[in-house]
């Protein structure tokens, strides 16, 4: 197998006096959706804003494409080429949906070619082109803050909980939509606590429980194991 696109070993964080990430190792391989799953609070959210810098590893080493992150500053790490999409969107509630989609980009306008093959995959992207994002309901905007992390092809995707709060109707937009990234060979890791958007979506998972990497394998033996599903993560695909 070729080396993984990026490498977390024993990385340690903590958020003022708590520890929080107690040595997380995890690799992400090239080409595949890794998904992270766990139960609440148990440091997934914290493992991705560490990888982008927006918290501080104490210890351990964070190595994408075999280059070491921690001399990067942070307003550097998204100039390496990693789209992220955060837990609460991060996106500009004054500026159009177009100019949401400018800003993301690093090298000036959209793609013509991807700007409409994003605005297949999320028609009301096309729709409210010109709009305020604020005023676009949660689920569009959750649309808008994946589009942003596509807005050119990236290294690497870290999406934290695309499908949350939302409901199904756009829950299967997002998953088509994330399909067809995956289809064009994009390298993902991504929070779920959704284990069927998780089984639909990823070939390999990781799951995290105190702070630490605790499982990692297939995501096919995951889900075919509601006796691991249980004791990992205290629920099963079947009861979800
Ligand atoms: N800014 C913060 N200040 C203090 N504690 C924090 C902060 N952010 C997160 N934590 C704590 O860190 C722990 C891990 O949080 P994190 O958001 O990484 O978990 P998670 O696995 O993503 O959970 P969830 O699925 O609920 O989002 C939790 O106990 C949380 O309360």
């Known amino acids: 197998?070729?080396?993984?696109?990026?490498?977390?070993?024993?990385?340690?964080?903590?958020i003022g006096r708590y520890h929080i990430l107690k040595g997380v190792t995890l690799d992400v391989p090239r080409g595949q959706v890794t998904m992270l799953l766990g139960r609440n609070g148990v440091g997934k959210t914290t493992t991705l804003r560490t990888i982008m810098g927006l918290w501080?590893?104490?210890?351990?080493?964070?190595?994408?494409?075999?280059?070491?992150?921690?001399?990067?500053?942070?307003?550097?790490?998204?100039?390496?080429?990693?789209?992220?999409?955060?837990?609460?969107?991060?996106?500009?509630?004054?500026?159009?949906?177009?100019?949401?989609?400018?800003?993301?980009?690093r090298s000036g306008p959209l793609d013509p070619a991807r700007r409409d093959w994003l605005f297949a995959a999320f028609p009301p992207l096309r729709t409210f082109w010109r709009s305020e994002a604020g005023n676009l309901s949660g689920g569009q905007k959750q649309m808008l803050s994946i589009a942003r992390a596509m807005a050119e092809e990236r290294r690497l995707y870290l999406i934290d909980e695309p499908t949350k709060g939302l409901a199904p109707a756009i829950v299967s937009t997002m998953v088509g939509a994330l399909r067809e990234l995956k289809a064009q060979g994009a390298s993902i890791l991504m929070v779920e606590q959704n284990l069927s958007v998780a089984r639909a979506l990823g070939d390999r998972a990781a799951v995290m429980d105190d702070g630490a990497v605790v499982w990692a394998g297939a995501m096919a033996e995951l889900s075919a194991d509601p006796a691991l599903q249980e004791r990992l993560m205290g629920l099963s695909v079947e009861a979800h």
């Open 1 to 14: 197998m070729s080396e993984p696109i990026l490498q977390l070993d024993g990385v340690v964080t903590d």
């Open 56 to 105: 501080r590893a104490k210890a351990g080493r964070i190595l994408l494409e075999g280059q070491d992150m921690a001399p990067v500053p942070v307003s550097s790490r998204a100039a390496l080429g990693i789209g992220f999409v955060p837990e609460d969107m991060g996106i500009f509630s004054d500026l159009t949906v177009e100019e949401n989609m400018i800003l993301a980009t």
